[in-house]
C-alpha cells in the first residue's frame, strides 16, 4: 500500500495562506539555503490537490508544467478541459485516496488545501507530515488544519532549521 504525505508550510498562527491566497509572507521566508523538498519529492509520484490549490498553482506557474514528472489527481465537481497527466475527480477525497494507495507507485503527496488536509485526517490516511513553520502571524486565512472530526496523534521524527523557519516531520501513531 503506497503512502500518503502531507508537505507544505503555515503561518505560526496555523494559516496556509491569506483569505485571498496571498503567499507573498512564504515566499519572503529566509530558508538559508536548506531545502528538503528535494529528498521528499524522490519519494512521490502522485500529487492530490483540491481544485481551488490547482487553479492557484496554474496561474502562479503560468507557462509552466505543473510538477510533470508526477501524476496529479485534482478533486473537483466542476468540469475541466482535458490535461495531459491530470486527472480531475468527482469522487470523495477519501475515496480518491484509498483508490490511489491500492495502485503501484511511489508516495501520494496531498497538496492542499486545508479542507483536504482535514478529510483525510478524519479518515486516517495521511501517513506523514512535513509542515515548515514560518514565523509570520497572519491573524486569519485559509488555516491548515480547519476545524473537523480528526483527533490524531503524530510522533516527531525529525526537526529541521531552514533559515527563519522550523520543519516537522511527523509520523502518524497507531490508535
Known amino acids: 500500500m503506497r503512502p500518503v504525505y502531507f508537505y507544505g508550510a503555515m503561518s505560526l498562527d496555523g494559516y496556509l495562506a491569506t483569505a485571498d491566497d496571498d503567499l507573498q509572507w512564504l515566499l519572503d521566508a529566509d530558508v538559508g539555503g536548506v531545502d528538503t523538498y528535494r529528498d521528499f519529492a524522490a519519494r512521490i509520484d502522485t500529487l492530490v490537490m483540491g481544485r481551488a490549490t490547482y487553479d492557484w498553482l496554474l496561474a502562479a506557474m503560468p507557462g509552466q508544467a505543473l510538477y510533470p514528472d508526477c501524476a496529479k489527481v485534482v478533486l473537483t465537481h466542476r468540469p475541466a478541459a482535458a490535461v495531459p497527466g ?90
Open 86 to 175: 491530470t486527472a480531475f475527480v468527482a469522487e470523495t477525497t477519501a475515496d480518491a485516496v484509498r483508490r490511489l494507495r491500492e495502485a503501484p507507485g511511489r508516495g501520494i503527496w496531498i497538496v492542499g488545501g486545508g479542507r483536504v488536509v482535514a478529510d483525510l485526517l478524519a479518515a486516517d490516511l495521511i501517513d506523514e507530515l512535513w509542515v515548515q513553520i514560518v514565523p509570520v502571524l497572519l491573524g486569519g486565512g485559509k488555516p491548515l488544519f480547519p476545524a473537523g472530526d480528526y483527533r490524531r496523534r503524530f510522533a516527531v521524527a525529525d526537526r529541521t532549521a531552514m533559515g527563519e523557519l522550523t520543519e516537522l516531520h511527523l509520523v502518524r501513531q497507531p490508535e
